[in-house]
């Protein structure tokens, strides 16, 4: 399996940003896909997820209703949303994968496969 996440920026405060992940290696029908950031001196963080069997979505609380998370199976391609963009949203963002059912979604140890990180910055 290999991921390939793309679509980082610089950005101000209010703005938006998608990002995507190019999955490739597998058929993704029974897989989970999940976002996950790191700001610099700090742990990765869960920010998002989606079963790509049935669409079902999850969400960190601090991202629920600004980011949304989306697959195109045609292109095996997750996005990330990203609307009304803070300060404390600036991270290297992470996409990765996992074969479902395998644990909870918000667990970094639970994905087995990961994408290179792209880096978002939001100014104020």
């Known amino acids: 399996v290999q991921l390939q996440a793309s679509g980082g920026g610089l950005v101000q405060a209010g703005g938006s940003l998608r990002l995507s992940c190019a999955a490739s290696?597998?058929?993704?029908?029974?897989?989970?896909m999940g976002w996950f950031r790191q700001a610099p001196g700090k742990g990765r963080d869960y920010v998002a997820a989606?079963?790509?069997?049935?669409?079902?979505?999850y969400y960190a609380d601090s991202v629920k209703g600004r980011f949304t998370i989306s697959r195109d199976s045609a292109k095996n391609t997750v996005y990330l949303q990203m609307d009304s963009l803070k300060p404390e949203d600036t991270a290297v963002y992470y996409c990765a994968a996992k074969t479902l059912p395998t644990g909870g979604w918000a667990s970094i140890y639970t994905y087995a496969y990961w994408g290179q990180g792209t880096q978002v910055t939001v100014s104020s």
């Open positions: 989606i079963n790509w069997s049935d669409g079902s979505t």
């Open positions: 290696g597998r058929t993704f029908s029974s897989y989970g």
